[in-house]
């Protein structure tokens, strides 16, 4: 199948590329996708675990996919060297296309110059739509899917008229309307339309506003998000059923994570933070049933370049009023634990489009911080609920 990656010369988009050639190749194992548990085996017959890459980013768009990793990979050492080397030839034949930076902030404005934008070259909305649909359409086929994993854009205030429609987000596009939308709507707008299922891996709006849901279900195209579960919150939304089971009150929750590298740079400005908050914030009252007091902090911190480290601290009550504390600390390669469910996402979007599937995916939760449509943020439940789906699928 093929995937479509906006953002793909980031370090998450490019390690799932490295990742799945990797494996194809025979240089790594199949460890960290979730697709790949036998309990998905069947998953192979309808999306099987090989994919051709192409996508949209907005900066190097001089360089290949070979020298965007190389320079990841010099900062991060995120992998064993031997196996970039072995996938060399592989990788200097994927280039990005020029995307959108539509309202991404100032964080993506700041930090990424020189930037490389379709709005730079003086286009109106409609016209930076059929070039990204140009691009798209010439890569795709029936098996594509199509997945962001670009920076994480600030929330565009909500309007009834532009967000609330189908028809008044294809008019607001007509009419240039540039303040009312985001490239991360534009991204699913194009793929969406053109029956191309869509994740969206991050904070930004992507496909979560009614006139793109209008869209998937007019066209008939699965779409899934918002915001990949792969760190501190997958472990805030393992653990904090523990407390619920036990009948332990979480009095507080303190998360405060610190990264460096690129993600960490854009989120450093306010903007573009805040929406990153908001998604690791909500998740410890939504499965607790009520609201603990809450601190959830992001700060930049270069030297630690991809590699995340988040301090958590648990202030609950138990038997007889008495009051605990309980610490973690999760270190983790941010790209590594991500990259995998960049394909573990697609292949399970391509098995949803191939059994009739449109709309949100809400079985798909596992994956996202912010699921689609759904009020059920424990993982382990989460977990039954896609094993559920799949079997009825392949069944
Ligand atoms: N564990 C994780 O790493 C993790 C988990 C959940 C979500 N995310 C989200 O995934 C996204 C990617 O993370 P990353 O670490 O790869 O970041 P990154 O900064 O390495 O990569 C982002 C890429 O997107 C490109 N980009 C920015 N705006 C764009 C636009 N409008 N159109 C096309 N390309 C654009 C950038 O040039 C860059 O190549 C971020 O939004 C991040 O918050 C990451």
């Excluded at 205030?157 to 007509?174: Q, T």
């Excluded at 332990?248 to 450093?268: C, E, H, S, T």
Aim: glycine share 8%; hydrophobic share 40%; charged share 25%.
């Amino acid at each position: 199948m093929k995937l479509w990656l906006f953002g793909i010369y980031g370090i998450v988009g490019s390690t799932a590329i490295v990742g799945e050639r990797a494996i194809r190749k025979g240089l790594s194992d199949t460890t960290g996708l979730v697709s790949e548990l036998p309990e998905f085996e069947k998953l192979k017959d309808y999306a099987p675990l090989e994919f051709e890459f192409g996508g949209h980013d907005i900066r190097s768009l001089d360089k290949n996919l070979y020298q965007i990793v190389e320079e990841h990979w010099e900062l991060n050492q995120h992998f064993d060297y031997r196996i970039l080397l072995k996938l060399k030839e592989d990788l200097e034949k994927i280039r990005a296309k020029k995307g959108t930076a539509l309202n991404c902030g100032e964080g993506v404005l700041e930090e990424l110059k020189p930037l490389q934008t379709l709005e730079e070259e003086g286009l109106t909305l409609s016209q930076i739509v059929e070039r990204l649909e140009k691009d798209l359409l010439e890569f795709a086929d029936n098996e594509t899917v199509a997945i962001n994993v670009a920076s994480t854009e600030p929330t565009l205030p909500y309007d009834e008229e532009v967000h609330g429609s189908l028809e008044g987000f294809e008019r607001a596009i007509k009419e240039n309307r540039k303040d009312k939308i985001s490239a991360s709507m534009l991204y699913a707008y194009v793929s969406l339309k053109n029956g191309i299922p869509f994740a969206n891996f991050t904070p930004s709006v992507g496909s979560d506003i009614a006139a793109l849901k209008e869209l998937a279900l007019k066209v008939g195209v699965p779409h899934a998000g918002n915001d990949g579960k792969t760190g501190e919150t997958l472990v805030k939304t393992t653990l904090a059923p523990m407390f619920r089971y036990r009948n332990l009150r979480v009095l507080g929750w303190m998360g405060y994570n610190i990264l460096g590298d690129l993600d960490g740079k854009v989120l450093a400005h306010e903007q573009n933070k805040r929406s990153k908050i908001v998604s690791k914030d909500k998740v410890v009252g939504k499965i607790l049933g009520y609201f603990p007091y809450t601190i959830t902090e992001i700060n930049y911190f270069p030297p630690l370049q991809d590699n995340k480290t988040a301090f958590d601290f648990i202030h609950y009550q138990g038997f007889l009023g008495t009051k605990m504390k309980f610490y973690f600390i999760w270190d983790a390669i941010d790209a590594i634990v991500a990259a995998p469910l960049v394909l573990d996402i697609a292949r399970f979007l391509m098995l949803a489009k191939k059994k009739g599937q449109k709309g949100v995916v809400k079985e798909l939760a596992f994956f996202f911080k912010s699921p689609m449509e759904t009020e059920e943020y424990n993982t382990h439940r989460q977990y039954e609920i896609l094993k559920e789906w799949f079997q009825s699928l392949v069944s």
